[in-house]
């Protein structure tokens, strides 16, 4: 089972700023499968960006994803009041079992 | 526009078994629903997965306390957690796949369920 660790824990930003969010993999994750979600307080994630660098319906391209094999980033640019939430990476690959990330929780500082 | 609804008790006690019904607004060819649960405060943690073609997958963590089911009639999977204790206290999420993707593009919002002597 592959095991993603997310750091930091907790980001402080200002809004304008921009902010990176990365998500570490045990093993190197098959063919790019990647994905980050969005959470805000009392709702369910929602799909940001899937096979590493690919937006979801909707996603404004202030949202952007990178990386490969082991390390994946997410990258925050011109934070809105909008943005502050929780975020889990996840690996999506087609083998038995999927996980998520612990977590980052994006805060105004 | 899919759309994805939980139900099922809010409180269970400990050692009860836990059933929970996502119904779905369709179910379409190529498609899985998955269950991911969520403590207060924590992680999320995917529990389990039906395809279309009745194709299940479970978390090798908490395999032989769950089961998965569908009824396409109904547009309904049904998930049941056995043996249920404190720890198993959670956002419990229904969200939708499909077939060579594994990520999950629509959610339900998701119920709490308590468990509690």
């Known amino acids: 089972e592959i095991v993603l660790t997310q750091s930091p824990d907790t980001l402080s930003l200002s809004p304008g700023e921009s902010g990176t969010l990365s998500c570490r993999a045990s093993q190197s994750v098959r063919a790019d499968y990647l994905a980050w979600y969005q959470q805000k307080p009392g709702q369910p994630p929602r799909l940001l960006i899937y096979g590493v660098s690919r937006r979801a319906t909707g996603i404004p391209d202030r949202f952007s994803g990178s990386g490969s094999g082991t390390d994946f980033t997410l990258t925050i640019s011109r934070l809105e009041p909008d943005d502050f939430a929780v975020y889990f990476c996840?690996?999506?690959?087609?083998?038995?079992?999927?996980?998520f990330g612990q977590g980052t929780k994006v805060e105004i500082k | 526009q899919i759309t994805l609804k939980e139900s099922g008790p809010t409180l269970v006690k400990p050692t009860q078994t836990l059933t929970l019904t996502c119904t779905v607004s369709?179910?379409?060819?190529?498609?899985?629903v998955g269950w991911i649960r969520q403590p207060p405060g924590k992680a999320l943690e995917w529990l389990a997965l039906?395809?279309?073609?009745?194709?299940?997958r479970y978390s090798p963590l908490l395999k032989r306390r769950l089961a998965i089911t569908k009824d396409t009639t109904k547009n309904q999977v049904v998930l049941t957690m056995t043996d249920m204790d404190l720890m198993d206290t959670a956002t419990y999420y229904c969200a939708r796949t499909k077939v060579g993707l594994g990520y999950f593009d629509s959610w339900g919002q998701g119920i709490l369920a308590t468990v509690s002597s």
């Open positions: 996840q690996h999506h690959d087609t083998s038995p079992t999927w996980t």
């Open positions: 039906v395809y279309w073609d009745d194709d299940k």
């Open positions: 369709e179910f379409s060819v190529r498609m899985g």
